[in-house]
């Protein structure tokens, strides 16, 4: 797909500022679309929107069709009469820098269950019509979620390979029980993605009437411990207790000694190409629904990926082979047309991965803090870019800008002084403008930037199984001073929202 010069900011809704603990789709979400149309940005860029699980992560998810309950606002709820000012005075202390999941998730889930429980009592006829036309809708997912997540809870949370043989295994009859003895809580998970679905889709409703659009993100590969694998085990390399046999990561390289170890279990790329690609064509048009264009994470995978057996301690010891390639692209765009897909091709590039990328027009990734390295043919340095591309100042798994500055070797703190005729005073806004004035077609940067932050407000450092995914913008950031400077910058490097709407 072809996409027209744009600018755009990265930030996930849970770093939204809002009164409790984690930002939400309610009325600071919505302030924060109108933000970004004032300053003339085309593009919200968030993270995958699925129900998180170890860590937290919004990599790691318990479904790849599923919402995130955490999300949903106890606002919106209350104009719904879903919800009464009651319900919302007992609440822990919650901080406003920081998402404390260990005490929102208890508490949003507690909420939601009252929720649940007025809805029940007596919710609009609308309401419940709409609850209605929305099981059916997603009715060959929500199921099995619904059931996964309900068994899950009943297990204290144990994975699903931990769970009785019967429903590990998906044995008709121990299905059927728990189908049964399991109804109301089934029926409570249902519910609350109702609720989320019906609150994103209102939010991404008010985005479109402004022309802003929505970049999403679907991870390559998706959790072990997901609706996904336990209702689709002949999907993936597993054994016969539902244990992978091999598993995804990254060979050693410059940045680790011994690779990356995800753990997320593989594809059997031939049943899926045997079967048309369904699964993927449901997933993608799932993520589609939510958002406008989809950023693919790993997309070297999709030309080859490195294999790890599933006992494997590290990435140290596995093998490169071929993914889907060509065939999975063709598929998927002889089925939904021109592809609004951004390629995440970082990490170790080879030819085949640059070959298949551009087979089919799509822009990859351009990551500044990676060009200073002092090669001026480093490919990720601006007067190196070709249209067709994405620049960031850095991505969520990234330090900020002004951290990355203050933390990297001397060396490439003055090429990157030199390169860009600057003294490191103003480094945020520096890489800001060397991304917008470049010609990628679209040029964006983490919210951290803008508001010029340092190392405490990273989002994420891989590798850390903890203590991520937790920064949230602080209250009053959207200042009249901070829109007049980003309306400039968009004027200035003709990626104006208002300016592309004349031509």
Known sequence: MK???????????????????????GPQAYKWVDFLVQTGCALWQILPLGP???????????????GNPVLISPEKLLEEHLLFEEDLNERPEFSSAQVEF???????????????????????????????????????WLEDFSLFMAVKEANVGAPWIK????????????????RQRFSQEVERQTFRQFLFFHQWSSLHTYAHSHKLKIIGDIPIFVAHDSADVWA???????????????????????????????????????VHRDEGFSWWLKRIRAVLQKVDIVRLDHFRGFAGYWEIPGDATTAEVGRWVPGPGKRFFETIKSALGELPIIAEDLGVITPDVVELRESFGLPGMKVLQF?????????????????????????????????????????????????????????????????WAS???FALAPMQDFLNMGNEARMNYPGNPSGNWGWRMPPYSLTNELKDSIVELNHLYSRHLSFRNRN
């Not at 269950?113 to 419940?128: C, E, V, Y």
Request: charged content about 20%.
């Open 163 to 178: 769970w009785a043989p019967g429903l590990r295994d998906r044995e008709r009859v121990a299905m059927q029980d728990a």
């Open 102 to 140: 260990g005490k929102v998730i208890p508490w949003k889930i507690a909420m939601l269950d009252r929720a649940f429980n007025n809805f029940k009592k007596g919710a609009s006829t609308i309401l419940q019509q709409e609850y209605s036309n929305f099981k059916e809708l997603h009715r060959e």
């Open 52 to 66: 998180t699980g170890y860590g937290d992560s919004p990599y790691q998810c318990f479904s790849a069709f599923a």
């Open 439 to 441: 010609v990628a077609v």
């Open 232 to 270: 689709h085990p002949n999907y993936f390399y597993l054994d016969s207790t539902g244990n992978p046999t091999v598993v995804a990561g990254v060979p050693p390289d410059y940045f680790s000694r011994t690779g990356q170890l995800w753990g997320n279990p593989l594809y059997r790329w031939g």
């Open 371 to 435: 060009a200073f390295e002092g090669d001026p043919d480093d490919p990720f340095l601006p007067h190196n870019y070709f249209p067709n591309c994405v620049v960031y100042t850095g991505t969520h798994d990234n330090d900020t800008s002004l951290g990355w500055y203050q933390r990297v070797s001397e060396d490439k703190r003055n090429f990157y002084r030199r390169y860009l005729n600057q003294d490191g005073h103003d480094v945020s806004w520096d890489m800001i403008r060397a991304g």
């Open 3 to 25: 996409f027209k010069r744009s600018s755009g900011i990265l930030l996930h809704p849970t770093s939204l500022p809002g009164n409790f603990g984690i930002g939400d789709l």
